[in-house]
């Protein structure tokens, strides 16, 4: 460690270093600040933001009137100098667009002015007597490390005098490795200077601050703490938390030993205030609108009987309800709509839940999470959308009726098929009274029953009636055995609404179509009038296997270690314990050793254990290799295998140590020989413990490579009360078994041999939506080319976000693509179709295509191109899609033209690389954003700025790089703040280009 000041905060900084007494500190800062008050008003302070060198040719026109005072970083220094002359270079540099401030200090710190109370200062603190440091001091008048006796009067006459080196001392610091540093102050200002010099020596570091401005100071503290002991920061804990708090004596009470209860504010609020809506419950205290209600079988009884697999499940219809009734809080609009609806999650009912709907007034987004009302289980998401309202009702929402043709269909039956499905629906959920088919349109007449929805106005769209409308689309699902009525809603495109329904809608189903384990419908609710009510537009309800794996839980990985312990610690002696020892190798050495430490100790061998023993030790080591053999295992595994079977009948709890030397895989970084046959004997005493749980078993694992130490190493185990149930010694240290969790990154990958069990071409295809986990290679069919084709042998395919999406079921369009994988891919052409010149069989090349992710493809000869020499396959497989996005955004959509300036966000991806160099191919000037440790990768490649892509700091980059005026065009692939940010950025009639569409706020 080591530790720097900046300016005053030297004086700190030396006291902290200890060289410094306090009354010496107290003694400087006095003097100091009566110094600095002598030359108030006279000269004026400025931030500017150029470098060292350029701030002198500025400087040098006004001939000593203006000086450099601190170098904060390469770019970031501090003026001082008259008023006048600061105020006019201000100006100046902001004409030029760069960043200029003049700050709010009448003073003339580290500068000539100061000249004039050096005498009386020196005088002042002539007493200061500077002493050895206990911590490495990096002075920022000089720039190195100095000693503590080296601090004396005349060093801080220097630090008020002289410019502020602070970038040469971060710089300092980094050549010594320090790569942490933590700024002790009451809000971050250094950070950001210590951040450009890390991004300009091309280091990777950590920046914190210990308080913020406006925040509680503890938690601010404790939160620094926090992220400095993940980045494998040594805390000193004792200095938080000094040990158990003394106890005092307090006169005895006589307890009447009654229960009171106490309450939760979220609790309180839902019992004494009324509810705003039947299912959303008491609005919450704070900025953005969120609504806190108790939902379950006791507090809303009708959703009983809304049943999936016997359970009762909270219906999609009542997220759906929930969420209209969240946008219309507060909206006087007459009409709201939904979008993206999404229910990842099922609800189950066996128990009430407390349910929390919020919304993103910014985003306009609503999230529905949801947690078990007793217990400390963390909230879970389990439905959101997008939403926006109107003033008017849809164009698309018409009057209709019901068309004289339509066919009946039994009502009774279609609830038959349900219930052989799972989908179980109780009086108050039997709301379909009649159906019919008309043509591929199915229409139905849904009711409540008296009583059973609250006063209309409360409601939006009763669970029980849109739930009607969700079975009538289920009617539309083809009669099969394999896959009768077998689906739950998962997402919705879009849902209308008008007006609440009044105990009676009409209903018609449309667009109906059956995809794999995906079935599509749009829905529309009218009044028996033929008024419309809502609709849901592009309900898509998936088959409920694939439901139930799509709204469960990630199941987490977990992986055995070896972890490092002390062993606890050691009892005197053993109180008498009596111990059998078993095994020929202890040569009574071992029974030796635990008599002397008053543990009882009875040799024998494994076959005569007696029938009463309640603590057994077996003795595995040999003290010799020998190879393994399948003879030799199961000779090895034989007398404890009987020993087990005779545990089996045992009368009391039994402790069983087995102690081996080998039999478990050494610790990273300290591989050693395994015997097998001892491995095998750990691997049967875990069975033992598993089956014969009144049998404590216990694995020491001694070091092969140390025999010496054996009885020692028994010894202390046996005496400590440590309770490890595998141990393991190497090299004088102590290891314990631990399950840790296991992290997908870490995994390597495994590839999956096609060839070998396809005798035909194939590609790669997943199960169904979302089923990363279940991709598999299909065969593919053999057909003809067709006019303009061309056949190519796939040698590299490129993967891109596309494909990860369809992985992961969030690709927002064309669902028949969701199956398969790859856009772009480099290969050699098979055969081409008559009167395709272009290319050649035999011939290398690249070409889009989807579904390329295989070892045949067919194209139209259009999307292929010869592949460039100098490529291999795998760098012609990532060209495409990246160029091609990047030449129809700025020459197609944004037509960015010579001399105008463009944005790109992310610049240093795949597309934003591209798009640079698109954009510099016309003309343009290129400004990106990307993390720090890019940034010079980025100007290296023509970029003319670059700026922090996680921060908002890029508005004032840009607006300074472009003097104030902005730019052309956005090459957006952010959302939220940064996009709404970025558009401020446009000049006049210039416009945005987007990425990810899908994360863009509808704002």
């Known amino acids: 460690a080591c530790i720097l000041g900046h300016s005053l905060g030297e004086i700190a900084a030396a006291h902290i270093a200890g060289a410094l007494s306090e009354q010496d500190v107290a003694d400087l800062i006095v003097e100091r600040s009566r110094a600095q008050e002598r030359t108030r008003g006279a000269w004026r302070m400025a931030a500017i933001g150029v ?37 006019e270079l201000a100006a100046t540099l902001a004409e030029r667009g760069r960043f200029a401030r003049v700050l709010p200090l009448p003073y003339a710190f580290h500068s000539p002015a100061m000249d004039v109370v050096r005498d009386d200062f020196l005088s002042a603190v002539s007493h200061v007597g500077a002493r050895a440091s206990t ?157 806190l209600s108790d939902i379950g079988p006791h507090t809303h009884a009708f959703l009983g009987d809304h049943c999936v697999d016997d359970r009762a499940v909270f219906p999609a219809a009542g997220y759906v309800e929930l969420l209209l009734a969240a946008v219309a809080q507060g909206s006087k609009e007459s009409a709201l709509e939904l979008s993206d609806v999404r229910f990842e999650r099922l609800l189950w009912l066996d128990h009430t839940a407390l349910v929390e709907t919020a919304m993103d007034e910014r985003a306009r987004t609503v999230e529905i999470c949801a947690k078990p009302a007793t217990g400390e289980a963390e909230w879970q998401r389990h439905a959101r959308a997008r939403a926006r309202v109107s003033d008017r009702p849809d164009r698309n929402l018409r009057r209709r009726c019901i068309p004289s043709e339509a066919r009946e269909i039994d009502v009774d039956a279609l609830y038959a098929r349900f219930a052989r499905s799972g989908h179980g629906y109780g009086p108050q959920f039997r709301t379909l009274r009649w159906a019919a088919a008309a043509g591929t349109d199915f229409w139905g007449r849904i009711a409540v029953e008296a009583g059973d929805a609250a006063v209309p106005s409360q409601w939006y769209l009763h669970p029980a009636i849109l739930d009607g409308a969700l079975q009538l689309a289920l ?148 003290g010799e290799y020998v190879e393994p053999s399948a003879e030799t295992v199961l000779d090895a595994d034989w007398p404890l295998m009987q020993l087990a079977q005779s545990l089996t009948a045992h009368p009391r709890p039994v402790r069983l140590l087995l102690v081996t030397a080998g039999a478990t895989w050494g610790q990273p970084g300290m591989a050693s020989r395994v015997d097998l046959q001892q491995a095998t004997l750990a691997a049967l005493l875990r069975t033992i413990a598993t089956e014969l749980p009144h049998v404590q078993c216990r694995l020491l694992d001694l070091d092969p490579e140390t025999p010496q130490q054996h009885i020692a190493q028994t010894l202390r185990e046996l005496l400590s009360d440590a309770h490890e149930s595998e141990v393991s010694h190497r090299r004088g240290l102590r290891f314990a078994q631990r399950i840790g969790l296991q992290q997908l990154h870490e995994l390597s990958p495994r590839l999956l041999p096609a060839r070998r069990t396809l005798q035909a071409d194939f590609h790669l295809q997943s199960a169904g939506p979302g089923n990363v986990d279940e991709l598999h290679w ?46 772009e891919f480099a290969g050699i052409v098979r055969r081409v179709a008559p009167g395709v010149t272009s290319v050649a069989p035999g011939e290398a090349v690249v070409a889009v295509a989807p579904g390329c992710f295989g070892s045949l493809v067919r194209v139209h000869s259009l999307l292929v191109a010869p592949k460039p020499a ?134």
């Open 135 to 291: 911590i490495p001091y990096l002075s920022t008048v000089t720039g190195g490390e100095l000693a503590g006796e080296a601090l004396g009067p005349d060093y801080w006459w220097r630090n008020l005098r002289q410019p502020v080196q602070f970038a040469a001392a971060v710089r300092n610091a980094l050549s010594r490795g320090h790569r942490t540093f933590v700024e002790i102050g009451p809000s971050p200002s250094l950070v950001r200077y210590i951040d450009e010099i890390l991004a300009a020596e091309h280091v990777a570091g950590t920046t914190l601050g210990t308080l913020k401005r406006d925040a509680p100071a503890v938690q601010c503290v404790l939160e620094s703490v926090a992220k400095l002991h993940v980045r494998g920061v040594a805390v000193q804990w004792e200095r938080l938390s000094t040990g158990d708090a003394p106890h005092q004596p307090f006169p005895t009470y006589p307890w009447q030993r009654q229960r009171f209860w106490t309450e939760s504010p979220d609790a309180r609020a839902l019992r004494l205030s009324g509810p705003s809506h039947p299912l959303l419950g008491t609005r919450k205290r704070g900025a953005n609108p969120a609504w």
């Open 475 to 622: 009617a539309s699902v083809p009669m099969d055995e394999e896959r009768d009525a077998k689906y739950l809603p998962v997402h919705i495109e879009r849902v209308l609404w008008v007006r609440p329904a009044h105990g009676e809608v009409l209903c018609r189903v449309s667009n109906v179509h059956h995809q794999d384990v995906r079935s599509y419908a749009d829905i529309e609710l009218f009044t028996p009038a033929g008024e419309p009510v809502a609709a849901m537009y592009g309900s898509c309800c998936l088959r409920k296997e694939q439901a139930y794996r799509l709204t469960s839980s990630p199941a987490s990985l977990y992986r055995e270690e070896w972890a490092e312990t002390e062993g606890g610690s050691t009892r005197i002696g053993g109180d008498g314990e009596v111990w059998v020892v078993c095994g020929s190798s202890t040569d009574g050495a071992l029974s030796a050793a635990m008599t002397a430490a008053r543990l009882r100790a009875v040799a024998c061998g494994l076959s005569d254990v007696p029938p009463d023993a309640e603590r057994i030790i077996v003795c595995a080591w040999t």
């Open 778 to 823: 299909v065969e593919s069919l053999a057909a003809p080319l067709g006019e303009g084709e061309v056949e190519i042998e796939v040698r590299a395919a490129g993967l891109n976000f596309r494909d990860v999406l369809k992985g992961l079921d969030l690709y927002p369009l064309n669902p028949a693509e969701a199956r398969t994988f790859g856009d």
């Open 51 to 87: 470098s060292e060198d350029e701030a002198r040719e500025l400087l040098a026109p006004y001939r000593g009137a203006i000086h450099i005072a601190a170098v904060n970083a390469p770019t970031q220094l501090t003026l001082t100098g008259e008023a006048a002359a600061v105020e």
């Open 870 to 1003: 100098r490529l291999t396959f795998e760098e012609a497989a990532s060209i495409p899609i990246a160029f091609l996005t990047a030449e129809y955004a700025l020459n197609d959509l944004a037509r960015l033209a010579a001399g105008e300036t463009v944005l790109i966000h992310a610049a240093a991806g795949g597309v934003g690389l591209a798009a640079v160099q698109v954009a510099q191919r016309c003309g343009a000037t290129v400004l990106g954003t990307a993390s720090p440790e890019k940034h010079h990768f980025l100007l290296e490649s023509g970029v003319a700025h670059a700026f922090h892509s996680r921060e908002l700091s890029f508005i004032d980059g840009v607006r300074a790089a472009t003097g104030g005026q902005g730019v052309d065009v956005v090459l957006n692939s952010l959302s939220g703040e940064f996009l709404e940010r970025s558009l401020e950025l446009l000049k006049p009639l210039s416009g945005p280009v987007f990425r990810s569409t899908p994360w863009i706020s509808p704002s």
